[in-house]
């Protein structure tokens, strides 16, 4: 098995090339901040770990047979963040590698974890892919996604490109390309697969810009250009001097302008303000870790928080306010799970084949997103089909009138009509 930790060592790595190809200084400026993780990073670096015994066992399985699969996955579950549901996920993943590669006119190479050398392109660089499939003149790269909190697009992914061009450097004298596709499966959320197709020549065209980039990165030089994009994972974000006269400069706009703002000025507001409130969470939290490590921050200091209180034994206490004739009914609420709670207790395959009919897709309460993003605007205007169906029930209504009013009341009815 290939190592997951070595993934984040890279200092153009391909996982963060959205930043550094965006905002080249950020690569050198992040250096001075030490790499943390999350139980949410740690939970996901598992559940890569399952998918790749998962992949390795049905694909390899002479090499890595039964047996061997079994006893790796049980060490995986005795990990302190291992979940039955991560079982359900990975499956998922295995499905959409399996039906790729049959997608294939014949059986193709398939590289499971495989880091992929990006010097040519990048200097030092490297990067971890997933799952690579490559014969009959097809790359396909493929990364599992195991958040849940924002959905990743495979479209343009300067990732997946990176990946791309590590495998094509690599495997260009024995197996010729002539188109690309790059995948994300994210079974975590109800859509989250997503695929792009390209051409070879548009994927040499990213890998010239990112050469061109890399070179500025590798040497902390370029301009820094902060976005609620480029600085949410940087580790450099609270202190970034760049990130702070962004998010700034509207407290400073001066001049004389009408008392009511412009849809237009709306929309612009939005946009430059988008990280606005996330830089001073940010802040804050900085803020907070100086004053408890007893450095002064002028204005500000750490105080306790409200204190909460809770049982020192739970049970206990119920016991002996049950003792006490208190009804148990009382200290107890029943209450049915939710749908995506009962999905993830029975497993996404069972729930659907066993209740899956009786399940419908409501629409969303309408929310305010970027213009760039893919799903439909709602306009707030009628469309053909809407317009013909009201029509339709209109006239069912003023039939249902003319036949309950009497002849005098139907004239004045038309009048007011009229």
């Known amino acids: 098995m290939s190592g997951h930790a070595e993934r984040a060592h890279a200092l153009l790595s391909a996982s963060s090339a959205h930043r ?11 250096e001075q901040f030490p790499d ?16 790749e015994l998962k992949l390795r066992h049905h694909f390899f399985t002479t090499d890595f047979g039964r047996t061997k699969f079994t006893r790796a996955t049980n060490k995986l579950k005795k990990q302190p963040l291992w979940k039955d549901e991560m079982d359900g996920y990975t499956e998922e993943y295995l499905d959409y590698v399996r039906s790729a590669a049959l997608a294939y006119p014949s059986e193709p190479h398939l590289d499971i974890e495989r880091r992929w050398e990006l010097a040519a392109y990048v200097p030092e660089g490297f990067g971890t892919a997933d799952s690579t499939l490559i014969g009959g003149g097809r790359l396909h790269v493929i990364d599992f996604k195991y958040g849940k909190g924002v959905p990743v697009s495979a479209e343009k992914n300067p990732q997946l490109m990176l990946y791309a ?30 695929d792009w197709a390209l051409t070879l020549d548009e994927l040499l065209e990213f890998g010239t810009y990112a050469k061109e980039r890399a070179a500025l ?25 760049a990130r702070a006269d962004w998010n700034v400069r509207l407290a400073f706009q001066v001049g004389k302008k009408p008392p009511l703002i412009s849809n237009a000025e709306m929309g612009e507001y939005l946009r430059q303000g988008e990280d606005v409130a996330k830089w001073l969470s940010d802040l804050k939290d900085l803020a907070l870790s ?39 009914e009382i200290l107890w609420e029943r209450k049915p799970l939710t749908l995506a ?25 309408p929310v305010l997103v970027p213009e760039s993003d893919k799903r439909e ?10 317009a013909f169906f009201g029509i339709i ?21 038309e009048k007011r009509q009229t």
């Open 217 to 241: 990165a590798i040497k902390g030089e370029g301009e820094f250009v902060p976005s609620a994009e480029t600085c949410r994972f940087c580790r450099a974000k609270a202190h970034c001097r």
């Open 377 to 386: 605007a709602i306009t707030g205007k009628a469309s053909a089909e809407e």
């Open 341 to 365: 709670q009962v999905e993830k207790a029975v497993g996404k395959k069972p729930f659907a084949e066993i209740v899956g009919p009786m399940v419908v897709k409501q629409p969303g309460k």
């Open 393 to 413: 029930k209109n006239n069912d209504i003023n039939s249902d009138v003319n036949r309950s009013v009497d002849k005098e009341d139907k004239k004045c009815l």
């Open 165 to 194: 061009l590590g495998a094509y450097e690599t495997y260009k004298i024995l197996y010729p390309v002539d188109s690309v596709r790059l995948s994300i499966v994210q079974p975590r959320l109800s859509d989250g697969t997503s």
């Open 20 to 30: 550094w190809l965006a905002c080249t200084p950020s690569a050198r400026l992040e």
């Open 36 to 51: 943390t993780t999350s139980e949410a990073a740690e939970e996901g670096t598992l559940a890569h770990k399952l998918a």
């Open 290 to 328: 100086e004053c408890l490590a007893g450095r002064e921050v002028p204005g500000w200091k750490a105080v306790a928080g409200r204190s909460q209180r809770a049982f020192t034994d739970m049970d206990a206490a119920f016991e002996t306010l049950k003792k006490g004739g208190i009804a148990e």
